[in-house]
């Protein structure tokens, strides 16, 4: 067995793991690949974490579970355009590479020594699992660090200005970052993006002054048809082993929350959705199971919006 996780062979590696939050698969991937990075700590829930260099202002986040119901190894192919998805994907199952795409891209920027703190996190998309844990429990994780950047973001695009919390970066940070990427790479068009939704950075928007999340090439994630556009990683992963990171803009003040939240919006861009919905019930809730909402979940949500219509509306599901 290998423990090499570079190039497009290590990311597919890595994909071929479907890691439920706490299942034995999800286990033994930290064990066998993050414990054995020179430097890589847990903390009492799991997650891991490494800090290159002196101090870091840049935190680096991705998380290391997914959706999938069963852990276990599951094949996968990459076609001639360079799209990798599951072999033989069946309900249940997903590629994972939300968020795997963002496991590699970090553990070979470890491997290229790019300075920052490094945090693997755990049970993410069972609600932010391990980032809630840090925030509660171990915020002087945090003591420093002007900007969280979450590699766990669909598209190819996006970078994220709001999630649930409500704004988590400024608009002048969102835009230097994007500059930088766009200008290591031309095929790159990184802009603001304000419909973010639920990654572990956006625990951390009350303490750090920018926190984002990057598109990093899936899509159609949480189901057994997500896809992964690796030249798209492999290209952010070239970028983010040569980017300046003191050429961002720190400008956000935590303390501050702004109420320009994005859920806000939420009924007037619906209408055509709802509709939709209504005229295929069976079907909609037969995808909302595919992305993990249960019918508990569900009517929780619902209770939720009785009890206080308008308010702020916490998204179920998580990038
Ligand atoms: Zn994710």
Redesign the pocket.
């Known amino acids: 067995m290998t423990y090499d996780l570079s190039g497009r062979a290590g990311l597919l590696e890595i994909l071929s793991w479907a890691r439920p939050h706490d299942s034995a698969t999800e286990r033994a991937f930290c064990r066998e690949y993050l414990d054995r990075i020179t430097g890589m700590r847990s903390d009492a829930f799991g997650n891991r974490m490494l800090t290159v260099g002196d101090r870091p202002h840049v935190l680096w986040s991705c998380?290391v579970d997914t959706v999938a119901a069963k852990g276990g190894q599951q094949a996968v192919g990459i076609d001639e355009n360079g799209v990798a998805s599951l072999c033989d994907g069946k309900a249940g199952m997903s590629l994972g590479a939300?968020?795997g795409a963002g496991l590699w891209i970090m553990i070979n920027m470890i491997a290229a020594a790019r300075p920052g703190r490094y945090l693997f996190h755990r049970g993410?998309?069972q609600g932010c699992l391990g980032s809630r844990w840090i925030e509660r429990n171990s915020p002087d994780l945090l003591c420093g660090i002007e900007a969280a950047i979450a590699f766990?973001r669909a598209g190819v695009d996006d970078v994220i200005t709001h999630q649930s919390f409500g704004r988590t970066c400024s608009d002048a940070f969102a835009s230097s970052l994007a500059l930088e990427l766009n200008g290591l790479n031309r095929d790159f068009g990184y802009r603001p993006d304000n419909t973010g939704v639920y990654?572990d950075t956006n625990e951390y928007a009350g303490i750090i002054p920018e926190c984002t999340n990057l598109s990093v090439g899936y899509e159609r994630q949480h189901g057994p048809r997500e896809t992964l556009d690796v030249v798209h990683c492999e290209k952010l992963l070239a970028a983010m082993l040569e980017i300046d990171a003191s050429k961002l803009v720190i400008e956000r003040d935590p303390s501050i929350v702004e109420d320009d939240r994005w859920w806000f919006d939420r009924r007037s861009h619906g209408d055509a959705f709802a509709e939709a919905v209504a005229d295929h019930p069976a079907l909609a809730a037969w995808m909302l199971e595919q992305c993990g909402v249960t019918l508990d979940d569900f009517q929780m949500e619902v209770w939720a919006e009785d009890m206080d219509e308008g308010g702020p509306y916490r998204p179920l599901v998580?990038?």
Do not use: G, K, N, R
Request: aromatic letters at 0%; a negative charge.
């Open positions: 998380h939300d968020d993410e998309e766990d990654t998580s990038s």
